[in-house]
């Protein structure tokens, strides 16, 4: 063998076999469906393509065998052998069927080349690559489905985010500038994508999971996406329709309390040594409205459940990350100097003011923060206080746009829910 290895690269060749298999049980699969659908006979066209997707990968290790003992041109040439041959596999195929598709040409390509990169030595990459492949393969309808219910803006906001991760990101400076050296674009940069982040998984499961997902799944997911756009749907539905105001109105606390779990969330991500202090608050301020609507659920079962799902608005788009980006920027700097100048008192009032319009900002800037020169106790109290003023201002908007009658059930949980968070806050 020329110094190969003799198990090794037996080993190589059956997992190059298992590659061209797993892609192939897959084509095979679709095959058969689409043979169906057509109303045609059934025969050994299926097995074939089997076969065939697994002789591909088993010759892809042997090409990639035979190129390691002698010379890489042979792999080269059989490269483009295989590849001649698909191409005229496929024109024969498009003229019969009238199907331009070329998926199982390429999938057959990649099994082949897949074969070869499990002979080099890279069994668990070329698995793992097989595995995708098929999972994609099948997901043909579901990717389909996808991008019909995508509209042209939630398209650009998805494309808009990998340019801000991709592009954008790598060319920010990662270095400490501005006043008392309280900014640091790059980080800015990260913790804008990790709001945005969170924020567009919960729109886009509101979005994509629609009316099937009740009030409390709405509720929950809507909390992650905008807590303060939830709060604001719901209570004019209760302003509309009154015969709802306790469902609504739990489920506004919930979505309240959904913001504290994503505040766990960032911080976890951001700086977790502050967790252990922080989370007697922040899970008072999530426990307290969960059992609040399972109270009311169980009280309240012949109630229907809310008939439509909220509108929630796109939470990402280029001008947006940059006003975030901003609000950010201007937080470090504020936070740093209230320090410099007021003690932690400055932190704190801070902290309140700037919580009552945007809470995930103001977590993220002392939590970094307190990776320096901040004192910890200091962060977690004004990460604590900055969700309390959120949550108390929330309640107001319940009084003044749902009315008295929905307050009664969303302002008293919420009032509940802060109680629990004050409890949490005194303890730090």
Partial sequence: MNGLNYGTELLGLLIAL???????????????????????????????????????GLAGGVVAQLGMLSSDWISAAALLGVTALLIVGYIHSSKVTGDLGATTEVAALLAFLLGALAVHGLYLEAATAA??????????????ALLRSLSRLELNASLQL???????????????????????PQVIGWLVILIAGISFAGYFAVRLLG????????????????????????????????????????GIALACGTMALRLILEVAVVNRTLLPSLLPGLLGLALVPLMALLWILLRRRDEQPVGHTPPMHNPLDLQQALIMAGFLALIFILSKGAEHWFGSEGVYILAVIAGI????????????????????????????????????VKAGIVLVIGGLPLARWASSILLAALGAGVLGLLFV
């Avoid at 469906?33 to 057509?38: C, H, T």
Wanted: aromatic share 4%; hydrophobic share 50%.
């Fill in 18 to 56: 298992a590659v061209g298999l797993i892609i192939g049980f897959e084509r095979g699969w679709q095959s058969q469906n689409l043979d169906a659908e057509r109303h045609q006979e059934i025969d050994d066209q299926t097995v074939t393509g089997i076969r065939t997707f697994g002789l591909l």
């Fill in 131 to 144: 595995v995708i492949t098929a999972v994609l393969l099948g997901a043909k309808e579901r990717l389909h």
């Fill in 162 to 184: 990998l340019v801000i991760v991709l592009v954008i990101l790598p060319l920010l400076p990662n270095e400490a500038m501005g006043p008392w050296g309280s900014i640091n």
């Fill in 211 to 250: 009316d099937r997902v009740g009030l409390v799944l709405t509720a929950l997911l809507g909390g992650l996406a905008s807590s303060t756009a939830l709060t604001l749907a719901f209570s004019r539905m209760a302003r509309s329709d009154g015969s709802r105001n306790a469902l609504l109105g739990a």
């Fill in 357 to 392: 319009a945007d809470v995930d900002a103001v977590t993220i800037a002392l939590a970094q923060q307190a990776k320096g020169e901040l004192a910890n106790d200091v962060a977690v109290r004004g990460i604590l206080l900055a969700a309390l003023t959120n949550t108390a």
